[in-house]
């Protein structure tokens, strides 16, 4: 198994924020999923809340993630967080750069295949408040590479906390270059435009920034993918 960042508190303790997931989740969520992740939209919006969890939620993923990415990830999962939730926990102590200690890392399970369709599936109906992503905000205007890279890596500073390529950016977020493939456009412009409404607690900057430059920024990520399936 290839190992996937966690954050790394007990599953009791993640159990007793959580507390019993609604009976309307499907069941191969609740046996395969459950454990790590918050399947029905937590009470809690406290930071302590992101501390304690072991993987992202998951009650909106229907909302975030392009199916066909989740059934290809679910059976071969890859690192997305270079080092965890709170990073600081993974990365080893006494260097003058972040690096992060692999030995900290837990590994995601892998599913067969047919496993994997059937999680994937019942991710889908998942799909959170209404009004939590804006449908149909992404307009699929087409940036150039290098505005697009000016913006995330100087105007913006995304790169400060997300690499587009192994070795460049930051290490607190996720990976970007396939945010493109695995996430719908309209939630990476959503997340862009306001992360707290989507994340609660989350540490991720609220960007006071145009609608044309929202368009750009992630017209650039949804382009990384594309970039990087060319290769």
Known sequence: MKPYLLAT???????????????????????????????????????DRLWERKGPDLYYAGSKFNKDWLVKWLQNPVKIRPAGEFYRKHVKPGTKEDVVDESSLTAH????????????????TLTGPADLVEKGAFKNQKVTTAMGAMYFNKLRGCSACHTTAPGKGGLSGPEIATAGERLQPDFIYSYIKDPQKIDKGIW????????????????????????????
């Open 9 to 47: 508190i007990g599953a009791s303790l993640f159990a007793v924020s959580f507390g019993t997931q609604a009976a309307n989740v499907p069941e191969v969520l609740q046996s395969k999923c459950a454990s790590c992740h918050a399947l029905t939209q937590p009470e809690s919006t406290s930071l």
């Open 109 to 124: 399970p892998e599913l067969i295949t047919a496993e994997a369709e059937a999680a994937a599936n019942a991710l889908m």
């Open 204 to 231: 991720m900057p609220k960007l006071d920034i145009s609608d044309a430059d929202l368009q750009k920024l992630t017209s650039y990520i949804v382009q990384l993918s594309a970039k990087e399936d060319k290769k």
